[in-house]
């Protein structure tokens, strides 16, 4: 059964630090990417991160680059989201998502980050 399930989220002041995890089926796992995305209150979906299966190479969104890192644990088939110095624009849904080169196929449920000025 493909699987993504997200965990991690929580409620953080400004400047804090939040590490969610998304633990992965096998297939899902194995796809050509995984990755975090976001969604605030009535704002497009947009991607934070991704990491590509092949060879680990990561993709961030200017927005995030330099206080998030996105990482997997091979042995576990977990992917995660560090995130630090977080802002009040950081607020949002986040999703992990599994898929092809062009396509997420795979998605969690979510899980809500909420950071306070």
């Known amino acids: 059964q493909d699987q993504l399930v997200e965990s991690g989220g929580g409620s953080v002041q400004a400047g804090g630090s939040l590490r969610l995890s998304c633990v992965a089926s096998?297939?899902?796992?194995?796809?050509?990417?995984m990755g975090w995305l976001r969604q605030a209150p009535g704002k497009e979906r947009e991607g934070v991160a991704a990491i590509y299966t092949g060879d680990g190479s990561t993709y961030y969104a200017d927005s995030v680059k330099g206080r998030f890192t996105i990482s997997k644990d091979s042995a576990k088939k977990i992917l995660y989201l560090q995130m630090s110095s977080l802002k009040p624009e950081d607020t949002a849904m986040y999703y992990c998502?599994?898929?092809?080169?062009?396509?997420?196929?795979?998605w969690g449920q979510g899980t809500q980050v909420t950071v306070s000025s």
């Open positions: 998502a599994a898929g092809s080169r062009t396509s997420y196929n795979y």
């Open positions: 096998e297939s899902s796992y194995s796809s050509y990417r």
